[in-house]
Each structure stands twice: as structure tokens, then as C-alpha cells.
């Protein structure tokens, strides 16, 4: 019974590199949220995806950042020309459907992105 | 601005004793929910509240959305050390398929 599955687990990446986390939703879900979460911050949102689609990207950074869900395969999200600032837990969450009042997210357990 | 503050920001007791921690806004929330995180894990769901004045029990825990929807409360009852974790509180706007995290409330249960 795999759970939402995020990888990698640790990432390291210098200034200027590219960062790509994956995030594999949990089975017969097709609904993705990512979001951030900074030391000693809550969880922020960043964008909330559907196969193919792009729901809600409010949350995500004007420049740089970028994500998916392709009809077959993990969503991405992708930071370009990583700064330190960027450096942060990122969360992936996903749904069977749109939530219900009722219902809730299963989180993976994260990237902890770590920029030098 | 915090659209959700959560209180006390860190809280230390010993095994056995009652706590109480509030998830407070100016704003109305539509559901609420409370998740429990782990050091290096994800959060992980508790419970969903939604309608005003609603109360939840799982075990030991007891969860209250206040009468106005603006507000939340998690009392647990004789910790343990396993309840040890950082307890945070989410709220869905509207239609919104957004959650606006508090900064959360970091327990820690002394054996």
C-alpha cells in the first residue's frame, strides 16, 4: 500500500544548478499539490496540478519555478538556477479526487532541498 | 501576516498531563483540519473539522472548531512521548482547494 511517494529525499544542488524533485501520487489519485515549508515556518502552497493540467499556481514564484503532471509518469517540480533562499522542505500531496469538505491530504515525505 | 496563529509555539510537558493548543484567525474557514509532523517525515492527517461548533475525539485527542469557523482548538489528555511532534493546523477558504498551514505548535512529552 505505497504511499505518495517523493524522491529524492535529500537533494544538494550549487547556485545556478537546476533542482528537479519527483512525486508520485498515491494509487488512483490525479490530483497534486506541492508545497513549502521553510525552517521554523508553516507549510506554504505552491501549485496544485491535475494530469496535464495546472489548477492553481498562485503559490508558485513568478520566475524560475515550474511544474507538472504529464498523463503518464511522476509530477515534477523544477527550480532553475537554484539560490540559497530556496533552500526548504518541499511536500508533495495527493487526492483521489477535489477535496471534499471531509477529506484531507496524504503527504509524501518530502525533498529537503539544500542549496550551497 | 499569519492568517492562521497557533499557540503556544512550543510547549514542554511531563507524561500524564492535560494540554490544550489553539489554532486562532480573523478569517472563516469553511473546514479545518489538524495534522501531526514528524522530524524528517511528512504531515500526517488527524482529523477534518466542519461545521461550527463541531467536537472530534480520536482517543486521547479532542478537537473543536469554534461556533464561528474562525478558530480551533486540539486537547489532548494524559500525553505520552509518543505524542511528541509538531502539530499544525490547516483551513480551506471557500471553494479553495488550498490549505493555509499555521506555523504549528512544537509538543514535546518528557517520560
Known amino acids: 500500500n505505497a504511499g505518495v511517494m517523493q524522491n529524492p529525499r535529500h537533494l544538494v544542488r550549487r547556485r545556478g544548478q537546476e533542482a528537479r524533485l519527483r512525486c508520485s501520487p498515491m494509487k488512483g489519485h490525479s490530483h497534486v499539490y506541492w508545497y513549502r515549508q521553510l525552517p521554523e515556518e508553516g507549510l506554504k502552497f505552491m501549485v496544485y496540478l491535475q494530469k496535464e493540467n495546472i489548477i492553481d499556481e498562485s503559490g508558485m514564484p513568478k520566475e524560475r519555478f515550474s511544474a507538472e503532471f504529464p498523463k503518464e509518469g511522476p509530477s515534477i517540480l523544477r527550480i532553475q538556477q537554484v539560490v540559497r533562499g530556496d533552500s526548504a522542505a518541499y511536500f508533495c500531496a495527493s487526492s483521489q479526487e477535489r477535496q471534499g469538505f471531509s477529506n484531507g491530504y496524504t503527504f509524501g515525505s518530502g525533498t529537503r532541498l539544500t542549496v550551497v | 501576516t499569519q492568517l492562521l496563529e497557533q499557540s503556544p509555539q512550543f510547549l514542554s510537558i511531563q507524561e500524564g498531563e492535560n494540554l490544550t493548543v489553539y489554532c486562532n484567525s480573523s478569517?472563516?474557514?469553511?473546514?479545518l483540519q489538524w495534522y501531526r509532523q514528524e522530524p524528517g517525515e511528512g504531515p500526517v492527517l488527524l482529523v477534518t473539522v466542519v461545521t461550527g461548533g463541531e467536537v472530534k475525539k480520536l482517543k486521547r485527542l479532542t478537537f473543536q472548531f469554534g461556533d464561528a469557523r474562525k478558530d480551533s482548538s486540539l486537547h489532548i489528555t494524559a500525553a505520552q512521548p509518543g505524542d511528541t511532534g509538531l502539530y499544525l493546523c490547516a483551513g480551506r477558504q471557500g471553494g479553495s482547494e488550498k490549505l493555509v498551514f499555521g506555523k504549528g505548535t512544537k509538543l514535546t512529552v518528557n517520560p
Open positions: 478569517s472563516v474557514f469553511s473546514s
